[in-house]
């Protein structure tokens, strides 16, 4: 065989090697969409970036959550979550991502509609100095949007929403 015939064929595999790693990935590429629910219009799809984004604004609407980056996947049918966040340093982490896992697959089902609510892995990347007050830094404050009720304020008996600390 000559030099060139073998060298045109390594060069022709490598080719097909490579055509078939690239649509091998588009392949299995992530949906970029989720299917929320079907209505009498038709079906009603949610893009995965809409779901990360409520996530993240769910999670950075508790003072003692400083940011937080999420991931969504589907995996058998259910919508899996990772949630990097940064926290305070005053939080009490046990009780920051157990609110919070409880609260993001309650939002993924009553403001998505969505049913199959996967596992939610939170990941805490690091921790920042300051926190919401020292009067309120071993508990997990309640969002932004909530107010306290007037049993639960100091001394005036009004309604007070709790500061948010950026």
């Known amino acids: 065989m000559s030099p060139i015939f073998i060298f045109a064929a390594a060069v022709a595999l490598v080719g097909f090697v490579l055509l078939v790693v690239f649509f091998g990935f588009l392949a299995v590429r992530p949906k970029k969409n989720l299917a929320a629910f079907t209505s009498e219009g038709g079906q009603v799809f ?3 970036k809409a779901a990360q984004e409520l996530i993240q604004e769910c999670c950075q609407d508790l003072d003692q959550v400083a940011r ?9 049918g259910a919508l899996h979550t990772r949630v990097d966040l940064k926290v305070r340093r005053d939080s009490r982490l046990k009780d920051v991502t157990g609110y919070l896992q ?12 969505l049913e199959n609510v996967g596992e939610i892995e939170i990941q805490v990347t690091g921790i920042l100095p300051g926190g919401p007050s020292q ?6 404050v ?9 049993a639960d304020s100091p001394e005036n008996g009004e309604a007070i929403r709790p500061p948010r600390v950026d």
């Open 102 to 113: 409880e609260r993001i697959a309650r939002v993924l089902r009553e403001n998505l509609n």
């Open 68 to 76: 937080a980056k999420a991931r969504v996947s589907i995996r058998k």
């Open 46 to 48: 949610v893009s995965r």
């Open 135 to 140: 009067d309120r830094a071993f508990s997990v």
């Open 142 to 150: 309640p969002p932004k949007d909530r107010t306290v009720s007037a």
